[in-house]
């Protein structure tokens, strides 16, 4: 999963793709929680070491605390497709997007091996 945040600077995403695109590619964001694409772009590849590399500064901005799948693709030929989370919190091994929804309970259960 990518982490971006909502900031109207300039983001990197980099992807290792399912093989090593040679023209442009095509970028495209769904917002899962409205179930709509909000971004389309074309990009030139930059394909080194393995990774995709794709820098973009996104408008409109991307809403904090939403999640967008997106797909890259070259023509026709899916390259690379993955999740996006977008958030502010900087430190990421505190944070977590299931925060408050386990709560454990406690049982009076006794195993009795015979």
């Known amino acids: 999963m990518i982490i971006l945040t909502t900031s109207a600077e300039i983001q990197t995403i980099s992807v ?3 093989y090593e ?3 442009d ?7 899962e929680q409205q179930n709509k694409q909000t971004h389309t772009f074309s990009y030139a590849a930059s394909y080194a070491n393995g ?6 500064a996104f408008d409109p901005v991307l809403v904090n605390a939403n ?3 997106i797909t890259i693709k070259e023509g026709e030929n899916l390259c690379w497709r993955g999740k996006i989370f977008v958030t502010n919190e900087t430190d990421y091994p505190k944070f977590t997007i299931n925060e408050g929804q386990f709560t454990p309970h406690s049982t009076n259960n006794e195993f009795v091996i015979i």
């Open 21 to 23: 695109p040679t023209t």
């Open 67 to 69: 999640n967008y799948l």
């Open 16 to 18: 290792i793709p399912r």
């Open 25 to 31: 590619v095509t970028i495209t964001l769904v917002n």
């Open 51 to 56: 990774y995709l590399t794709i820098e973009k």
